[in-house]
T-cell receptor
Framework: KQEVTQIPAALSVPEGENLVLNCSFT??????LQWFRQDPGKGLTSLLL?????REQTSGRLNASLDKSSGRSTLYIAASQPGDSATYLC???????????FGTGTRLKVLA | DAGVTQSPTHLIKTRGQQVTLRCSPK?????VSWYQQALGQGPQFIFQ???????QRGNFPDRFSGHQFPNYSSELNVNALLLGDSALYLC????????????????FGNGTRLTVT
C-alpha cells in the first residue's frame, strides 16, 4: 500500500535562501511522481513530473529529484522569493491503480 | 488552451441535502478524476471516469456518485450530505493511462469549496 509523507510540515525562510522539501513514499514501484503547488483556497498547480526512468527534472528555479531505491524525492527551490509562499504537495501513484496518493504537504513561507 | 474548469466555486448546503459539482477537462484530455481535500490534508481519491464509466473508486461511500458525458465533462454528486463532507472538491483531468504505463499526470482545476451546515 502506497503511503506518502512530507517533511517538514511547515517551513519559514528569509528571502533569497535555497531550500529543500522532502517527500517519502513506501512503494518504490512507481511510474512517476508529481510535485504540486497550492495557494490558499485554490486548486493544485503542477510544478514538475518525474518519470521513473529519470533522476531529475528542472523548471526555472525548481529542481526535483527521484530516488526510487530509497523511496525519496526532493524539491529544491533556489533563491526563494516571497511569491514562492504556498503549500507544496507531492503525489505518487498507488501500484496497480489509476489513483495518486498525496502527502499532506509542506507549508512554505518566504519572508521579505 | 482552456485548462480544467470547475463550477460552482463555492457552495453552502444543509445536512441531508444533495449537491452536484461540475468539471470540464483540459482540452484533449479524456479522463476525469475527483479528489476531496479536507482542511490541512492532502487530496483523497474519490473516483476516476473514463469512457463514461467509473474506472476506479476510492474509499468513499455510495453517497458519492459520478457521471461522465460524451464530451468528457463530468459531474460529482453527493447525497444525504453530512457535516464531514465539507471540503474542497478537486477535479483533475488526464489522458488515459494503461496498466503498463501507470496513471497519467494530473491537471487540476481550482476546486469547489463545499460547506455543509
Amino acid at each position: 500500500k502506497q503511503e506518502v509523507t512530507q517533511i517538514p510540515a511547515a517551513l519559514s525562510v528569509p528571502e533569497g535562501e535555497n531550500l529543500v522539501l522532502n517527500c517519502s513514499f513506501t512503494d518504490s514501484a512507481i511510474y512517476n511522481l508529481q510535485w504540486f503547488r497550492q495557494d490558499p483556497g485554490k486548486g493544485l498547480t503542477s510544478l514538475l513530473l518525474i518519470q521513473s526512468s529519470q533522476r531529475e527534472q528542472t523548471s526555472g528555479r525548481l529542481n526535483a529529484s527521484l530516488d526510487k531505491s530509497s523511496g525519496r524525492s526532493t524539491l529544491y527551490i533556489a533563491a526563494s522569493q516571497p511569491g514562492d509562499s504556498a503549500t507544496y504537495l507531492c503525489a505518487a501513484p498507488a501500484s496497480g491503480t489509476y489513483k495518486y496518493i498525496f502527502g499532506t504537504g509542506t507549508r512554505l513561507k518566504v519572508l521579505a | 488552451d482552456a485548462g480544467v474548469t470547475q463550477s460552482p466555486t463555492h457552495l453552502i448546503k444543509t445536512r441531508g441535502q444533495q449537491v452536484t459539482l461540475r468539471c470540464s477537462p483540459k482540452s484533449g484530455h479524456d479522463t476525469v478524476s475527483w479528489y476531496q481535500q479536507a482542511l490541512g490534508q492532502g487530496p483523497q481519491f474519490i473516483f476516476q471516469y473514463y469512457e463514461e464509466e467509473e474506472r476506479q473508486r476510492g474509499n468513499f461511500p455510495d453517497r458519492f456518485s459520478g457521471h461522465q458525458f460524451p464530451n468528457y465533462s463530468s459531474e460529482l454528486n453527493v447525497n444525504a450530505l453530512l457535516l464531514g463532507d465539507s471540503a474542497l472538491y478537486l477535479c483533475a483531468s488526464s489522458l488515459v493511462g494503461t496498466g503498463m504505463s501507470g496513471p497519467s499526470p494530473l491537471h487540476f482545476g481550482n476546486g469547489t469549496r463545499l460547506t455543509v451546515t
